[in-house]
């Protein structure tokens, strides 16, 4: 019946008002220029390159983001590793302190073709767990990195990849870090409570969300 589908197109609505409105997601797009400035670059280059966030450098290159006091989150992502060589890597980091030297990392090596985390304490590494795991290094991937408690649960495609457990660092800042690499990382999504939307993407999300709910009611 007609009233049927309205119920469900007027459902739909509302679940996607209530996404665009939530509080507690933040998202880099790297669309428009000054959202690297929400990025605290800690070593290497790093710059808004082709709709992405650029990261490079001949050692260690990383950029912090977000608040100090986050704990238990999601970060989803877009990644490409743009540089071949005798390293070609991008991590993601959680649970990063404002100097960058305590962090976990969550490091797809494409030259080692494996998944790695690995623990920063003082700017000390620790390798933690490495599994073996095939990488495309032509083409974007897709990264999640979920911190709950004690629990780091590493993603790659979709599919879960690694998981570990440490007490050490209970809260801090996402990040993304290369060492003797270039990659590029893009649609960067922070879920988590307490996490507060920027102005921009809130904006740019209602903006998107409100043509989807037109569209939806025309239809």
Request: charged share 20%.
């Given at each position: 019946m007609e009233v049927k589908h309205d119920f469900?197109?007027?459902?739909?609505?509302?679940?996607?008002?209530?996404?665009?409105?939530?509080?507690?997601?933040?998202?880099?797009?790297?669309?428009?220029k000054g959202q690297e400035n929400d990025w605290k670059v800690i070593s290497g280059e790093c710059e808004i390159d082709q709709d992405a966030y650029k990261i490079s450098h001949n050692a260690e290159g990383l950029a912090i983001a977000g608040e100090s006091i986050?704990?238990?989150?999601?970060?989803?992502?877009?990644?490409?590793?743009?540089k071949p060589g005798d390293f070609n890597n991008i991590a993601i980091c959680v649970r990063a302190s404002d100097d960058g030297q305590n962090e976990y990392m969550f490091m797809l090596e494409g030259k080692r073709q494996q998944a790695e985390w690995w623990k920063k304490i003082g700017g000390q590494y620790t390798e933690i767990k490495a599994v073996a795991l095939e990488i495309d290094t032509q083409d974007w991937f897709q990264v999640k990195v979920i911190t709950k408690g004690d629990t780091f649960e590493g993603y790659y495609g979709g599919q879960l990849i690694s998981e570990i457990k440490d007490k050490d660092l209970r809260k801090g800042k996402v990040g993304a870090r290369v060492y003797g690499s270039t990659a590029h990382i893009d649609d960067f999504d922070?879920?988590?409570k307490g996490i507060e939307p920027s102005p921009v993407n809130a904006k740019d999300k209602l903006t998107t969300t409100w043509h989807s709910i037109k569209t939806t009611v025309e239809h």
């Open positions: 469900a197109r007027i459902g739909s609505v509302l679940v996607l008002f209530a996404l665009a409105i939530r509080g507690d997601a933040l998202l880099w797009d790297f669309n428009k986050w704990t238990d989150y999601t970060i989803t992502c877009k990644a490409r590793l743009t922070v879920n988590g």
